[in-house]
């Protein structure tokens, strides 16, 4: 039999509290934190393929999106190659979910709701790599180190200057992480009150 890739999804009990928090973020404070926990994902998978570049190409690229250096179609380029990497190495069940989690992360750039895509694949990725007895233990300090960290940026987003591009000064846009658990939260009244 063989073993689920993701372990993990928007649902998953130990997400919610990291959920909560993303939704009350600025854009750009999710984008300091998603292309911090990808370059600390990056050093792991570097470790195990020190000559694959493109996730370090991809979190470098992404950078530049933050900075308005680069246009999002040279971004989205690199995002597909990590991901592509990813799908090249799918055998390897660790290091395809750390890929595809830095991928993740450096979509968050885009749009609010991939951040908790780098989690969902990082954690995936951490169960595949610990042994049983203590993986809900290890996955309950990632969780709690990564709310750590996102409560850091929170604070801490605006307090050195940094060059933005345009897209991600505007805090007068909705949060798309919010957005959609609340059009997710209808959608489930709407499938209650028809089965009713």
Not at 65 to 70: D, F, K, L, M, S
Not at 92 to 103: E, H, N, T
Not at 125 to 139: E, G, R
């Amino acid at each position: 039999m063989a073993k689920r890739r993701i372990l993990y999804n928007r649902d998953s009990e130990c997400l919610q509290p990291l959920l909560r928090l993303m939704e009350q973020q600025k854009h750009r404070t999710l984008v300091l934190w998603a292309l911090e926990y990808a370059e600390e994902l990056l050093v792991r998978f570097e470790q195990q393929y020190s000559n694959e570049l493109r996730p370090r190409n991809a979190v470098e690229t992404g950078r530049d999106w933050a900075q308005g250096v680069v246009k999002m179609q040279v971004a989205k380029k690199a995002i597909h190659a990590v991901h592509n990497a990813a799908s090249e190495i799918a055998d390897d069940l660790v290091y395809c979910s750390i890929a595809r989690a830095i991928g993740q992360a450096v979509s968050t750039i885009h749009v609010e709701s991939h951040a908790i895509g780098g989690p969902i694949y990082a954690l995936s990725a951490l169960v595949h790599q610990t042994a049983p007895d203590i993986a809900d233990a290890k996955v309950a300090e990632e969780c709690d180190r990564l709310l750590e960290r996102l409560r850091y940026w929170e604070t801490h987003v605006d307090v050195e200057p940094r060059q933005w591009a345009s897209f991600l000064l505007r805090d007068d846009i909705p949060n798309k992480e919010l957005q959609l658990r609340e059009k997710r939260e209808q959608g489930r009244e709407q499938e209650s009150t028809q089965t009713d």
